[in-house]
């Protein structure tokens, strides 16, 4: 049963316009996510992350929603950047320590 | 300076065979992790400890055995491989603090042939 879901295997933007990758999860006692971004060879990166207690946080050109009633949370780059092309993760935990892993979205900014 | 280091990056080997995977990391955090990355992407936990104790023990064959000689490193063994354990696996640390981010290694690819 996987709890944290990410339905788009790819996304492809164009360069200075806006990527939006989804994440949806089902259990409702996770109270903290976050993002990840990977690059090839390396391992995942954190980027940003949310707790359940905001509906949104933004940091430079990246901006998390949450949508608890929905059990919904979306990653925003706005410009998107060629070096944005990467695997983005969106990861949950609940109080323990344990982070549950989306199946990531390979995200292709193009020149 | 690498914060999370594994080796070796890469790991072919044979069914049957005994190998395993070193993870070190000078942050100085106390806790320690080891995913899989299948296949199908997902970065699934598999083991984790705590200054040096087991505290996530997730289902995983008995062959996959973990050891932390200190709490900077945390090494995986696995015994008898099989094909299904190709994969990618990651390493990664986190300090104290529920809100702390775990840094990843680098990753090591298995290819069981």
């Known amino acids: 049963d996987q709890q944290v879901k990410q339905n788009s295997p790819s996304l492809s933007v164009q360069e200075g316009r806006i990527s939006i990758l989804n994440c949806d999860y089902t259990?409702?006692?996770?109270?903290?996510f976050l993002w990840y971004k990977k690059y090839p060879a390396e391992g995942p990166t954190f980027l940003i992350s949310?707790?359940?207690?905001?509906d949104k946080n933004e940091d430079g050109r990246f901006t998390v929603f949450l949508n608890k009633s929905a059990k919904h949370l979306s990653l925003h780059i706005v410009p998107s950047q060629p070096g944005d092309s990467a695997v983005y993760f969106c990861?949950?935990?609940?109080?323990?320590?344990?982070?549950?892993f989306g199946e990531g979205t390979q995200l292709t900014v193009n020149p | 300076d690498t914060a999370v280091s594994q080796t070796p990056k890469y790991l072919v080997t044979q069914m049957g065979n005994d190998k395993s995977i070193k993870c070190e990391q000078n942050?100085?955090?106390?806790?320690m992790y080891w995913y899989k990355q299948d296949s199908k992407k997902f970065l699934k936990i598999m083991f984790s400890y705590n200054n040096k104790e087991l505290i996530i023990n997730e289902t995983v064959p008995n062959r996959f055995s973990p050891k932390s000689p200190d709490k900077a490193h945390l090494n995986l063994h696995i015994n008898s491989l099989e094909l299904g354990d190709s994969a990618v696996y990651f390493c990664a640390s986190k300090d104290g603090g529920f809100y702390n981010e775990q840094f990843f290694g680098p990753g090591t690819r298995l290819t069981v042939l």
């Open positions: 949310i707790s359940s207690i905001k």
């Open positions: 990861a949950a935990k609940t109080s323990g320590s344990r982070l549950t």
């Open positions: 259990n409702s006692m996770f109270d903290y």
């Open positions: 942050l100085g955090h106390d806790t």
